[in-house]
């Protein structure tokens, strides 16, 4: 029995709330479970000095977690990002990146700042599926402007954790699954269900192909249902 009684391949109750702060173009809530992640776009007309000239834009990802988003308290990073942190704020970039034709965005920069203001596992994954929407909203209102073309988002992403879990292969872990897992892996996917980022860790054990498998197919599924969630967010916001 899993502690919140949902069955190995159930998801956690998944709330987006849009527009969540007035001011970024684009802004989300995702609450996944308990973990809670604030996702806000900022569109910017600078690009790096070394993506200048280039004759495309570019997405970028910031990721933190406020200081009481745990059981303890985090101390805030001020003299310098944490390895972990600069690690998960890369796998969101890199993830965001393949929604978007930076050709087609010009000489714009996204910046996606993801902060967690309560983890119970899964937040880097929260991140991304959050992230897309909020990026998907900046983009639709731009497009609606005549700034940039419509397709100019070129596919859905989402991303979940699933793990192995006391032998059983387990969807969208909470925290105290995550800390007990053999196998712990994050994906990402594409709407065509292909994958963009695979991290995966034997925690406790080494494990075989046929796991692999089986998580992956696991990962999939749920990816497709958090897909089916977005566009339902997106579809209900119409033009706005």
Known sequence: MRPDGRAPDELRLVDFKPDYVTYPEGSVLIEMGSTCVLCNVTVGERLPAWRQNTGAGWLTAEYALLPRATHVRTPRENRGLRGRTQEIRRLIGRSLRAAVDLKALGT??????????????????????GGYVAVALALRRLAQQGV????????????ISVGMVDG????????VEDVR?????????????????????AEGQSFDRAALDRLLDLATGGIKQLMGLQQAVLDDLGDA
């Open 108 to 129: 714009r920069q996204l910046i996606v700042d993801c902060d967690v203001l309560q983890a119970d596992g899964g937040t880097r994954t929260a991140a991304v599926t």
């Open 148 to 159: 940039l073309p419509p397709d100019v988002l070129r596919q859905q992403i989402a991303a």
């Open 181 to 201: 897992a053999d196998v712990d892996l994050n994906v990402v996917a594409d709407d065509s269900g292909d994958f963009i980022e695979i991290q995966g860790t």
């Open 168 to 175: 059983e292969p387990r969807l969208d872990l909470c925290y």
